[in-house]
């Protein structure tokens, strides 16, 4: 079990390609952090440069008291499960698991007692014998996290273990890594592009973009208060509505629509304003937005109603048996706006709590 | 399993038209020679060619009984194991260094691949002359450790002249073959083994090795192969398989005791011998290397 404390971290490759800037992250012992963002954001490179596949350019990291940045990648006390599973194709599931501990001149009887103990745990034990060729996508799964359990290392770092893996089985392995983390306590840093996996997975969520934090948080933190318009774009399913707006006093002008806010400008002038979806709600007479439906999508549990407002884009969530009206106007509490800067897309607070979020207490209870 | 891509033709006698330049090749330059060896060697010639006479085994069990014989296959296994396992070793060594190199590996590899486009009696004399025990410059060299090199007198020295000269030509291919084997060793894998706690050396001889066995078990067929039949004008042009025959290795036994000696009868049973050992080894090659990988 350690703590990690990355330090001013940063990446520049070979002909001053910069990949990550800045980082910034004191992880808790026993904590499940995601790193989350879309391709090309950093998040996997930050993660071998924890493990040690990658040279660290700038800052240090710590794990535990002890900085790593020149420890070989075995000697840092870490597993990794990769994307590909990285099996060894020529060894049995059981040499697989035994290889690291081998290695490391661990007792056979040691040995022995750890792989029947992960083997047991992870469902696997009649498969000890097999090649991992022999073993379907979710089996392999379970090895390559075998091989990280078994040799009981102070942090786990996942790189994409599940996105191999189909819809599913996904579903299915997202719990079991919850679990088994619950279970042993370890430290893990997760890495992933898909929001609705880092969202269910984490204790505590690291938003990159660019090779930079966007934000940190808790799941609920961060959907609830992106800290800018990428994170609100990016967290959540459907995505956030983001229009552009003008505050005039108590009023918000959409376009042709205006709301009133009842209190709730944060400032005035030209904003970027956000509304989940499910925020949305139809409304009758004359109050709210007009809303020109283009498309739904049905769900089953919920009807995506796309449409726009004025020449902008909106998506709305609705239960699923609601009616979709003819001439359909829209509302939203103005208390669930979310208001973004136009220049640099940064979270407008009119208590200014979004400095507030990123550094909450972890876990979050969720009420 | 894949019927479904497979394109039918209606014609009948179209896909022998295509292939009847091939077969006709197979069969004037390869089936023909190799019946007339076959059948050669079941028969004696006069001196003038005016008669043969069937003789059944005789030149086989001859050929069972000559210490020259028996020899010169002692002297084949030698240096066929030594060719194979020198160009195989320092093929693989090569391909190591050049796989681990960052830059400047496009390069390498063009120059480590240029002896294979040598021409086997080139690649023979141009060790001939490096070897010359008057004029060449490694002999100068030895000279200085107390050896006196001289191939044309030392049965050793011209042996280890020919396996130098074969060797040198087949690294490059090894290389090329072992190259392509490590390249296509996942980089995840390396890096989990890293992790594991594997240093580069023991990653090389626990992953990198077991996962290029199919590579190596082919190329080792392949390699004894050359041995067998591709090295005669290296032999023709540096040894002769002298001196005292200790460099006269089947493939060159063949041509001397036919073409030199005209006993056509035992030439050809040797012929037949030695394309046996090679339908063996191509056998082998065909059932086990495709199945035999080893994950």
Redo the contacts between chains.
């Keep these: 079990m350690a703590s990690i404390d990355i330090e001013s971290v940063g990446k520049v490759y070979t002909g001053n390609v910069r990949a990550v800037t800045d980082i910034n992250l004191a992880i808790k012992d026993g904590e499940f952090i995601v790193l989350v963002g879309p391709s090309g954001c950093g998040k996997s490179t930050l993660l071998r440069m924890l ?3 990658e040279t660290i350019s700038e800052g240090a990291v710590k794990i535990g008291a002890r900085v790593v940045n020149q420890v ?4 840092r006390d ?3 499960v ?3 599973y ?5 060894m049995t599931v059981r040499q697989n698991l035994e ?2 501990l081998k ?2 001149k661990t007792p056979k009887a040691e040995i022995d007692a750890r792989v029947a103990e992960a083997a047991r745990m992870l469902e696997i034990t009649q498969y000890l014998d097999r ?3 022999a073993l379907s996508g979710g089996q392999r799964q379970r090895v390559a996290m075998g ?1 990280a359990i078994v ?1 009981k290392p102070s942090v786990f770092l996942f790189d994409e273990p599940l996105s191999n893996l189909d819809a599913k089985l996904r579903v299915s392995m997202r719990g079991e890594i919850k679990r088994l983390q619950r279970r042993l306590g370890t430290t893990s840093i997760y890495v992933t592009h898909d929001q609705l996996e880092a969202m269910t997975l984490a204790d505590r969520l690291v938003v990159l973009n660019g090779g930079k934090i966007e934000q940190v948080g808790s799941p609920l933190e961060v959907y609830h208060t992106p800290a800018s318009t990428f994170v609100a774009s990016f967290i959540g399913s459907p995505a956030m509505n983001l229009v552009k707006a003008e505050c005039q006093g108590d009023k918000l002008v959409i376009g042709p629509a205006m709301i009133s806010l009842n209190g709730y400008a944060p400032t005035s002038g030209a904003v970027t304003v956000g509304m989940r979806a499910e925020d949305l709600r139809v409304v009758t007479g004359d109050k709210g937005m007009p809303f020109a439906v283009e498309y739904v999508e049905e769900l089953g549990s919920q009807r995506l109603v796309h449409g726009v407002v004025g020449d902008q884009s909106l998506t709305i969530a609705l239960s699923g048996e609601t009616e979709i009206p003819a001439n359909m106007r829209i509302d939203i509490d103005p208390a669930k706006l979310h208001f973004f800067a136009q220049a640099d897309g940064k979270r407008i607070s009119a208590a200014d709590r979004s400095g507030a979020a990123a550094d909450a207490p972890s876990p979050a209870p969720v009420a | 399993m894949m019927d479904t891509k497979r394109t039918t033709f209606q014609n009948k006698w179209l896909p022998y038209v295509l292939l009847a330049p091939q077969l006709f090749i197979t069969l004037i330059f390869f089936i023909w020679p190799a019946g007339q060896a076959v059948k050669s060697s079941f028969e004696r010639e006069d001196p003038f060619g005016f008669s043969t006479v069937f003789v059944g085994l005789q030149h086989y069990a001859r050929l069972m009984q000559d210490p020259n014989y028996l020899d010169s296959f002692l002297r084949t296994a030698v240096f066929a194991v030594a060719v194979t396992v020198i160009s195989m070793l320092l093929g693989l060594l090569f391909a190591v260094a050049v796989d681990r190199l960052m830059r400047s590996a496009r390069v390498y590899t063009t120059l480590l691949v240029w002896p294979y486009a040598v021409a086997p009696v080139v690649a023979g004399v141009l060790w001939f002359f490096l070897f010359n025990s008057s004029t060449g410059i490694l002999p100068y060299y030895l000279s200085f450790f107390g050896i006196k090199w001289d191939h044309n007198l030392n049965g050793t020295h011209a042996m280890i002249l020919i396996i130098i000269a074969a060797a040198w030509k087949q690294i490059s291919y090894n290389f090329l073959f072992f190259l392509a084997g490590l390249q296509s060793v996942p980089h995840t894998l390396m890096e989990a083994a890293a992790i594991d706690g594997s240093g580069p050396i023991k990653r090389f001889f626990d992953i990198s090795l077991p996962l290029l066995s199919p590579t190596t078990f082919f190329l080792f067929i392949v390699n004894v192969n050359y041995t067998m039949f591709d090295t005669f004008s290296i032999v023709d042009a540096t040894t002769n398989g002298g001196p005292a025959q200790s460099t006269n290795i089947l493939v060159y036994k063949v041509y001397q005791d036919g073409y030199l000696g005209l006993n056509l009868g035992s030439s050809s049973a040797q012929s037949v011998l030695l394309m046996l050992i090679v339908i063996v080894l191509i056998f082998v090659q065909f059932r086990f290397v495709e199945r035999r990988v080893q994950y």
Excluded: S, T, V, W
Aim: glycine share 8%; hydrophobic share 35%.
């Design positions: 493990a040690g596949l070989e990648p075995a000697d870490i597993a990794m990769f994307q590909n990285a099996l060894y194709p020529h290889y690291g290695n490391r090649k991992p060729r091989r040799r």
